[in-house]
């Protein structure tokens, strides 16, 4: 074969069409013909020797050059002068984003879900699927007699209406197949193998020994823990001991409790083809803990050599071997690497969470043993062990279909489309297409005709007869009951008693089919002859055919299309006309010679000026497209759209000869092309460009901007809020319906929804991150160094505090809160003038101690003011609260319930499901920006409309941040007048006139205000029910005496004076529940968020551990899973009722957490119809004590939360009429639900 390959060069063309911008004869023609035309009648010579066609050849030359350049390859146009540093990005500032930042997504799917999981290391496949029940807890919703709302555990006895039973939907449950372990096996079962050799005279003889443990997780959760974190105990073979305390044939038989060690012996050959069960005891030295394992059954695969040769006391040995090589520590590891398989799951499903949406169960999905059986009649020439290993690995391919990855330059060859290929998440190991996805779902139904066909394919199959299957569960025995139903009314229908299916076999819910090798057997025939595959052989050969089809995760494939990288060219370079003419012109470099006349010279001078405007023409257009990049720059430093060349005597010598360079600089050429409005007005259209490229845009907002602050602030502000957006455009829209992970560090800085950064980006929020280190820590105080820093990482405020912490990563929290605290503040910052005349922004705490400040100087005053506007704008956007409903719902039975009806419009009321597909925005209310500019605030309820996913329901409320600021104008004033004029009497005994009513209710108001300032005072964060805010503030006004007569126009005998009291009290105990909303709101959800982390509530599963615990110590046994899971049910019901009750009057009584009432438990009654060992009321007692101990603290904040969340009102500009239903500014009036105005805004908190 001739190695010379042909090049793919394209063919030569004779006379290309070449672009007239670069075609320098058909330039020429045509500037001779625009000279014919215009000056024929005086220029008839256009001969080569014509100095004006000398001039014209020498521009159009000029022209091919710049048209050359601009056909430049655009990747070498827009490429920098300096190279990027990261060679993945070679244009940093542009917005050209990859395949795999703009086109994958947050998973969203239920596909998308399967393949974030699948991609982890662990997992070989998953399966997300949605609640259509309760997860374990569920209330019942009905109206009373007054028509209103509500909630409650349990049913209702007597309910005055139909009430209905309600669960939160938008719940998971996840299930996982796990990857094999190459030392540890299969980590989807509990099963531990072992594999050993007994040698007598007739040789060797393999055992084979099954031990599958028990589920204890549910049944004993501490000591679970301890078995698996216990990692010291374990390493120290004296730190703990293991005891065999039973071993049989039956789970109440201990062959231990025969004297004679003959006749246990004897016991062990007579049961040896049935599943034994052993129970072991771990204890620990030194502690009374105990780890019991009840009941692993043991299955023993050998001959019948290995049969007589059995021995109890040699099995006393193994069972309880201490060592690593032990069947208790290989299973203890095998259990660690599970818990950590599954950890990792939970951890990145929590990382990718959606908004409306959480997880009731992730776990691993259950395995069910199904053994196949089948006589196989094979051609003479066929290898029977090569047949017996395809027939294994097809069924494993039937019953646990793998998931393949796909790599990126398979799918482009097989021409699959770039927007499908990274259609879903991005992966770390390749991609997996929906159909292979599709082909792996559980299975609900095994078919023997599929199973069929599958082995007739194999190559040397000839026929394939009496298939059998038989399903085995967790113990090993054979399940029956779930074989060859019969259909009725399309429904199948099970013979109980039948073991094997010949055609159907169903699984399990949420379980998945393994075949059972150890169990399955195939006989073969040859021309009618019987044969048996040797075994090993065919295992071997098993195995190479699972490597030989294996598609491994590969995380250093290429996942991704690179950004194309461009030459830097010097685009801009520039070669003078003037330099190419003949040098006869004198115009060049070298000039005219020294004996050169005057008049010559003044000649070479004025053709020198007139060339300098086409010079500048064409030095700006390469200007112009050296600079294309900036165009559509992402920096917020570009300040030109058109661009300059600049010229000097480096680039036209003798040029002062022709031009001033005073006044041809620059900065006065750039003035004469583009003034700062065309540059706004063009710079905001190109990135309005950029914004159509990805379907965004900022119309409105920009129109509503404009008439707030003026055309020319508000393009300013435009720019920078576009640049914003587009530079943070991967994340905001990646993660646009992505919520935030509440399980690990659920408060820290960036671990917010994606929808928050995108809706504060629309709304023309500041773009800070922050950033920041902790040092080593003096006394548990560490001191964290911060700074606040714009999209392009310059530092617009740094400074160091010193936050008491528990750890580091609490100490940049606890810094980053403090700091939000204090930016919101007007008077917290301060311009101080520093050296050069410059100035510094600086922040400072209550003390009035500086805590931060601008890094770089000012050179004015209004420049430092203008970064503190920013930084006010930045800390309100940075505090809105993305509050998701389904977050809120009750995790227990006996949990905080939503109020089941809320006053003001930007709540919930009246819904018996308040916590599906529901959200809630807090927003900072006290903003200039939208609470001053209500038509603002209209554009951004209906951004946050738009932008919420549609099937969520999203409520807006505009939340004030003000305690308590006398108000003459309040209300109050007027209701205390009326009540003088009606019931008061001055000294005249006449009723007050109306200005002395008037006088004295301002008066009073006063007094009042007094002692209400300086008992609120301290109470910014405190939390009490409505109630107890009432209470509190009666007894506090109860101190305000009674005024002496002539103090008032009016006199006050006792009975009057209670009654200014009862009105007083009523309108302050408003306020004290209604002040500092944000705040009280803002530290309640942050603290229920850092105790709800405490809880892993897909790990709690209360009624299921109730259940274990049940069906442990059931003695009835005709009790069924259904009554056992009911009595559960009515167990927990009963005493997380009690618990509901208990925890509800503390709130109503105002009680802190630490100073709650002794919780009085129910007594545990168990189910009367069955009968239950003497220790099961006891052990479910401790068990409910235990877990709702635990729940007390998160249980409280929701309480808190939900009340504070029902009571939030919309704040309004004083002075001002408005509806506040539904979150709507519209409608002027409405009685019975309107706001005039609020309070006014405090100049201090």
């Not at 040896?272 to 692993?296: C, H, K, M, Q, R």
């Not at 820290?748 to 991150?769: M, V």
């Not at 810094?815 to 922040?843: H, S």
């Not at 009513?997 to 009073?1004: S, V």
Request: charged share 20%; aromatic share 10%; with cysteine.
């Amino acid at each position: 074969m001739n190695s010379l390959q042909p090049l793919n060069m394209p063919a030569l063309v004779a006379k290309p069409v070449l672009d007239p911008s670069v075609d320098y004869y058909q330039l020429r023609r045509e500037g001779i013909g625009h000279v014919q035309q215009a000056g024929h009648q005086q220029w008839t010579d256009y001969n080569i020797h014509d100095p004006g066609i000398t001039i014209l050849e020498a521009l159009c030359y000029a022209i091919t050059d710049v048209g050359y350049r601009i056909e430049w390859d655009i990747e070498d146009i827009l490429a920098p002068a300096v190279p990027s540093a990261d060679p993945l990005r070679p244009y940093p500032d542009q917005a050209f984003f990859t395949a795999r930042e703009v086109l994958t997504v947050n998973p969203t799917t239920i596909a998308d879900f399967r393949r974030m999981l699948i991609d982890l290391p662990a997992v070989s496949d998953a399966w997300v699927l949605c609640k259509t029940c309760a997860c374990e807890v569920s209330y019942w919703a009905y109206c009373d007699l007054a028509g209103n709302l509500v909630l409650q555990y349990g049913q209702p006895a007597n309910p005055p209406n139909p009430a209905s039973e309600t669960w939160v939907l938008g719940l998971y449950e996840t299930l996982l197949e796990l990857d094999d372990d190459p030392e540890l096996g299969d980590l989807n079962d509990r099963l531990v193998e072992q594999n050993s050799v007994y040698h007598d005279s007739d040789g060797a003889h393999p055992i084979l020994m099954e031990l599958r443990f028990p589920d204890i997780a549910l049944l004993e959760r501490d000591a679970w823990q301890r078995f698996l974190t216990d990692d010291g105990s374990f390493a120290n073979p004296a730190a703990f001991s293991i005891t065999l305390t039973r071993l049989g044939a039956t789970k109440t038989y201990n062959v231990f409790d025969l004297p004679n060690p003959a006749d246990r012996d004897a016991y062990l050959r007579q049961q040896w083809g049935d599943v034994f069960y052993v129970s072991l005891s771990i204890s620990f030295t030194g502690s009374p803990d105990v780890v019991d394992i009840e009941n692993a059954a043991l299955r023993v695969f050998a001959d019948n050599a290995v049969q007589n040769a059995v021995s109890a006391d040699a099995w006393r040995t193994l069972f309880t071997d201490a060592t690593p090589a032990g069947f208790v520590l290989r299973y203890r590891k095998k259990a660690k690497a599970t818990a950590a398989a599954v950890a990792g799951a939970k951890a990145a499903l929590q990382q990718c969470r959606n908004l409306g949406e959480d997880y009731c169960l992730i776990d691993r999905a259950g395995v069910e043993d199904v053994a196949v059986c089948a006589d196989v009649e094979v051609r003479p020439d066929a290898d029977i062990e090569r047949v017996q290993a395809c027939i294994w690995f097809s069924l494993e391919q039937y019953m646990t279909p793998p998931v393949p990855f796909r790599t990126l330059q398979e799918l482009q060859g097989r021409g699959v489309a770039v927007e499908d290929i990274f259609d879903g998440p991005a992966l770390a190991n390749g991609f997996i297409e929906d159909a292979d996805l599709a082909a792996a779902e559980l299975k609900a139904m095994l078919r023997a005709s599929d199973m069929i066909h599958l082995l007739m394919d194999i190559d040397g199959v000839v026929a394939v007869n009496q298939l059998r299957m038989t399903k085995y569960d967790d113990e090993g025995q054979i399940v029956a009951g779930a074989a060859d139903p019969a259909w009725i009314n399309d429904q199948p229908v099970y013979d109980p008693s039948r073991t094997s299916a010949a055609w159907l076999l169903a699984i399990s819910p949420r379980h998945q089919p393994r075949l059972y090798l150890n169990q399955s057997r195939f006989l073969f025939y040859k021309d009618g002859l019987p044969f048996l595959p040797r075994v090993d052989e065919a295992t071997d050969t098993l195995n190479q055919l699972r490597g030989d089809a294996e598609r491994p995760k590969n995380p250093g494939a290429p996942n991704d299309l690179p950004v194309p990288a461009g030459v830097y060219r010097q685009p801009e370079d520039y070669f003078p006309v003037q330099y190419s003419f003949p040098l006869t012109y004198g115009i060049g470099p070298d000039g005219l010679p020294p004996r050169a006349l005057p008049a010559r010279k003044a000649q070479a001078r004025n053709l020198k000026a007139y060339l300098l405007v086409f010079e500048q023409l064409l030095g700006d257009a390469l200007a112009q497209l050296a600079h294309t990049s900036d165009l559509f720059s992402l920096d917020a430093s570009v300040s030109r759209t058109y661009f300059v060349k600049a010229f000097d005597a480096d680039t036209i010598k003798d040029l002062a000869d022709i031009a001033d360079p005073m006044k041809l600089t620059r900065a006065a050429v750039e003035a004469l092309v583009e003034t700062p409005a065309a540059f706004q007005s063009r710079r905001n259209a190109f990135l309005d460009h950029l914004l159509a490229r990805f379907g965004e845009q900022f119309s409105e907002y920009a129109l509503l901007l404009t008439q707030a602050a003026g055309d020319a602030v508000a393009k300013e502000q435009l720019i920078a809020s576009k640049i914003a957006f587009l530079r943070r455009y991967p994340a905001v829209s990646h993660d646009r319906a992505k919520a935030f992970d509440y399980q690990v560090e659920p408060n820290a800085p960036g671990n917010e929804p994606g929808i928050k950064q995108r809706i504060n980006l629309l709304l023309g929020y500041p773009d800070l991150s922050y950033q920041w280190t902790a040092g080593a820590p003096v006394a548990g105080v560490y001191p964290v160094d911060y700074k606040l820093v714009d999209g392009i990482g310059t530092a617009q405020l740094a400074g160091t505090l010193s936050v008491a912490a528990a750890s580091a990563g609490k100490a940049g929290e606890g810094a980053y809160r403090q700091l939000l605290d204090r930016m919101i503040l007007d008077e917290a910052y301060t311009v101080a003038p520093v050296a050069g005349g410059q100035f510094a922004l600086v922040l400072e705490d209550a003390s009035s101690t500086e805590i931060g400040r601008s890094p770089a100087p000012f050179a004015s005053a209004a420049e430092a003011l203008a970064l503190k506007e920013t930084l006010l704008s930045w800390s309100a956007g940075a505090r809105t609260l993305v509050i998701e409903h389904i977050l809120l719902r009750p995790k227990f039975i006996g949990d905080a319930l939503y109020p089941a009806c809320c006053e003001d419009g930007c709540s919930t009321c009246g819904s018996a499901d308040p916590y599906s597909f529901r959200l809630t925005y807090v927003m900072p209310g006290w903003t200039v920006q939208y609470t001053d500019n209500l038509d603002l605030r209209r554009y951004a309820d209906r951004t946050i409309e738009r932008e919420t996913p549609s099937h969520l329901l999203a409520k807006t409320c505009w939340v004030g941040n003000d305690g308590y600021v006398e108000n003459p104008c309040d209300q109050v004033v007027e209701d205390l007048a009326d009540l003088l004029q009606a019931d008061g009497l001055t000294a005249a005994s006449t009723p007050p006139s109306s200005d002395d009513a008037c006088g004295d209710a301002h008066a009073i108001l006063h007094v009042f205000s007094e002692a209400f300032s300086a008992w609120f005072e301290d109470k910014k964060l405190s939390f009490m029910h409505d109630a107890a805010w009432a209470a509190a503030v009666t007894t506090l006004f109860a101190g305000v005496p009674v005024p002496a007569d002539g103090t008032y126009k009016t006199l006050f005998p006792a009975p009057l004076w209670d009654q200014v009291r009862a009105l007083m009290s009523a309108r302050f105990a408003d306020i004290a529940s209604q002040g500092w909303q944000f705040e009280r709101f803002e530290a309640a959800w942050r603290s229920w968020l850092d105790a709800n982390a405490a809880i892993d509530w897909t790990d709690e599963r209360l009624i299921e551990r109730v259940e274990a615990l049940l069906n442990a110590g059931v003695l009835t046994s005709s009790a069924t899973a259904a009554a056992l899971c009911n009595c559960a049910g009515r167990i927990v019901t009963d005493y997380g009722s009690a618990y509901y009750a208990w925890m509800r009057d503390n709130i109503t009584a105002g009680n802190a957490f630490g100073a709650l009432t002794p919780f009085t438990e129910p007594t545990v009654t168990l189910c009367a119809d069955l009968s239950f060992t003497s220790d099961t009321q006891t052990r479910i007692a401790a068990l409910l004590h235990e877990r709702y101990a635990a729940y007390s603290l998160p249980s409280y904040w929701l309480w808190v939360v939900t009340t504070l969340l029902a009571g939030l009102r919309n704040t309004y500009p004083g002075a001002t009429l408005h509806d506040c239903d539904e979150g709507s500014d519209f409608n002027p009036v409405r009685l019975d639900n309107t706001a005039l105005g609020n309070y006014p805004r405090k100049t201090t908190l």
